[in-house]
């Protein structure tokens, strides 16, 4: 259960687009908002640190959280995208004793048009729990309710598999391939699926276990190391 109201029907669209700090109670996972009070404990900074050195994270969603640093000025960063109401950025922690699981981040592209992009990463630890899955589609419902966002892109490496089983189980229907669209923690471009997401798709059912084979090179950035 999300700890933010919907904003009152009379506002002025253009308004009611910011993401406001909330946190998300998926039951055994939380989602909070990441910023400098996330710090502490210092396993918080550890976990940032750990992050930036997982190989895949490294490739497919590079982190400048190397040392602590580093992880307080990325934190700050979050903090600040908070405060403008123009990104939204979760981490995962376990509810039991908040262990960082992952992250997952939203941000307008176009705030005046209600376009958004989301992106995830789970830490090695978390993988193949359902955690992006679940954390994505909570984001995602909880921007469409509360932000008045109208569309939301995923886009991701054709070669990371991982994040596209992801965008097709949180509902987000493949649009087609970027060529060369981004370059990626190897250094390289790499062409990219693209997803998305309307405000009037319905929700997806998709169950978080293993789905069958979505994505081609043929049909379709946010980033995730794994689901």
Not at 86 to 99: H, I, N, P, R, Y
Not at 159 to 178: K, M
Not at 211 to 219: A, D, G, I, L, M
């Amino acid at each position: 259960m999300s700890s933010s109201a919907p904003p009152p029907a009379s506002q002025n669209p253009a308004d009611r687009r910011t993401f406001v700090r909330t946190t998300l109670d998926l039951g055994d996972v939380l989602l909070h908002p990441w910023g400098r009070e996330t710090a502490e404990p210092k396993r918080m900074l550890d976990g940032l640190i750990a992050a930036a050195s997982d190989p895949l994270i490294a490739l497919w969603n590079p982190l400048a959280t190397a040392d602590r640093s580093d992880a307080l000025a990325w934190l700050e960063s979050r903090d600040g995208g908070w405060d403008r109401g123009a990104s939204a950025s979760f981490a995962a922690l376990t509810a039991t004793d908040g262990a960082l699981l992952g992250s997952v981040t939203l941000r307008w592209v176009d705030r005046a048009d209600g376009l958004a992009m989301i992106g995830y990463w789970t830490l090695p630890t978390a993988r193949g729990q359902g955690v992006a899955t679940r954390a994505t589609r909570a984001v995602t419902n909880w921007a469409f309710r509360t932000a008045d966002a109208r569309r939301i892109e995923i886009a991701h490496a054709v070669g990371n598999e991982a994040s596209c089983r992801v965008a097709h189980r949180c509902g987000y229907l493949p649009e087609g391939t970027l060529r060369d669209s981004h370059r990626f923690g190897d250094g390289a471009y790499h062409d990219e699926h693209l997803h998305a997401r309307l405000a009037i798709d319905p929700e997806s059912t998709y169950p978080t276990g293993e789905p069958t084979t979505y994505c081609n090179p043929t049909t379709g950035r946010a980033s995730d190391a794994s689901q």
